[in-house]
């Protein structure tokens, strides 16, 4: 069976089908911020959704993060290292790259997939 979360018209924020959570690119809704704010919030919407499904960042499976400048790079690993450092030996695959988003104001996007136990 699939469970969905955060279901709206277009998408859902998350899906878990046989013990593996899907997540949906997730951005930062205060676009205020730089980037290291941005990733900050980003993760903690991560970190919501994963704990929605029964599991952690210690079980993520594959990272993808979009910046929609590489010269963030620097900024969004602040905020990465800072949200790795309690799961050491557990840091998870990660893709970067640089890729226009949804609109100019959001500067980073992340996808993750998460093993459940379940």
Request: net charge negative; no cysteine; aromatic share 6%.
């Amino acid at each position: 069976m699939i469970s969905r979360h955060n279901i709206e018209d277009r998408y859902s924020d998350m899906a878990v089908y046989n013990g593996v959570a899907y997540l949906a690119g997730q951005i930062a809704n205060n676009t205020t911020q730089n980037i290291v704010g941005q990733t900050r919030e980003v993760l903690s919407m991560v970190d919501a959704l994963l704990h929605k499904a029964g599991t952690d960042k210690s079980r993520i499976l594959m990272a993808q993060i979009y910046l929609s400048n590489m010269l963030d790079y620097d900024g969004m690993n602040e905020a990465w290292d800072e949200w790795v450092k309690d799961i050491k030996g557990h840091a998870p695959p990660r893709a970067t790259v640089q890729s226009p988003l949804a609109g100019s104001e959001f500067l980073v996007e992340i996808i993750v997939t998460a093993a459940t136990g379940v």
